[in-house]
């Protein structure tokens, strides 16, 4: 989703109305890709947020999510929701009008250590 929002494609209507659920716009999600997204360089706990559809399908687009930005889970699970509004619904795998494919939430922790610095 945050390829599809950065290239200032005409969204589909459906996924209009799905971040319309999630109570975000293209323009608030944008804002909030902008305060949630993760920087390698800090030493805030972080998760990579991405869909198994979308990696079953040669697709690694995601996002690493800095979890120190959210007042709480719902929040947290909120935002990753709206980040793949794109596709089924990737906590329940029902199928969306816009993709065929079922998919899950695929969060992976990531630990900082002297490794990756």
Same mark, same amino acid.
């Given at each position: 989703m945050k390829e599809i929002l950065?290239?200032?494609?005409?969204?589909r209507q459906v996924i209009i109305d799905r971040l319309e659920e999630l109570d975000?716009?293209?323009e608030s999600l944008?804002?909030? !890709?902008?305060?949630?997204? %993760?920087?390698?360089? =800090? &030493? +805030?706990?972080?998760?990579?947020?991405?869909?198994?559809?979308?990696y079953n399908g040669g697709d690694l687009s995601g996002l690493w999510v800095d979890l120190s930005t959210f007042d709480s889970y719902e929040d947290f !699970?909120?935002?990753?929701? %709206?980040?793949?509004? =794109? &596709? +089924?619904?990737?906590e329940t795998g029902e199928a969306r009008a816009?993709?065929?494919?079922?998919?899950?939430?695929a969060a992976s922790a990531r630990t900082k250590s002297s490794a990756y610095r």
């Open positions: 950065n290239a200032s494609l005409p969204l975000y716009t293209p944008r804002e909030a !890709i902008t305060e949630h997204e %993760a920087d390698y360089r =800090d &030493e +805030n706990p972080s998760l990579y947020c991405g869909t198994y559809a979308k !699970i909120n935002f990753c929701q %709206a980040c793949h509004a =794109d &596709e +089924n619904d990737p816009s993709t065929t494919s079922r998919t899950a939430t």
